[in-house]
């Protein structure tokens, strides 16, 4: 599996960004996806989920501002994200995993993550 996630930047404060995450060596269509993220000094935390029927999750921090998608005919995930805050600031990295009622398992794929930082 190899993930590429691209999209990152930096933008101000009230701004937007949209990541992206190609996918290969996978059936894409079939597998759950996830946005994680990890800021310098802090764990890797999961930011969104979109299961392969595209049923979404998001952190409660993010809510109302940041939104998966995918196109299964890209092998891609987005992750539109609005009105980013300081504490957005991370590096972004996308996982094909499996979701479980409510819980992501996530795979030990990762790729490379995309930079975003936000200025206040």
């Known amino acids: 599996v190899q993930l590429q996630a691209s999209g990152g930047g930096l933008v101000q404060a009230g701004g937007s960004l949209r990541l992206s995450c190609a996918a290969t060596?996978?059936?894409?269509?079939?597998?759950?996806m996830a946005w994680y993220r990890q800021a310098p000094g802090n764990q890797r935390e999961p930011v969104a989920t979109?299961?392969?029927?595209?049923?979404?999750n998001y952190r409660d921090s993010v809510k109302g501002r940041f939104t998966i998608s995918r196109d299964n005919a890209k092998n891609t995930v987005y992750l539109q994200m609005n009105n980013l805050k300081p504490e957005d600031t991370a590096v972004y990295s996308c996982?094909?995993?499996?979701?479980?009622?409510?819980?992501?398992?996530?795979?030990?794929?990762w790729g490379q993550g995309t930079l975003v930082t936000v200025s206040s």
């Open positions: 996982n094909v995993g499996s979701m479980r009622g409510i819980y992501y398992y996530p795979s030990d794929s």
């Open positions: 060596g996978i059936i894409f269509s079939i597998n759950d």
């Open positions: 979109i299961t392969s029927g595209g049923n979404t």
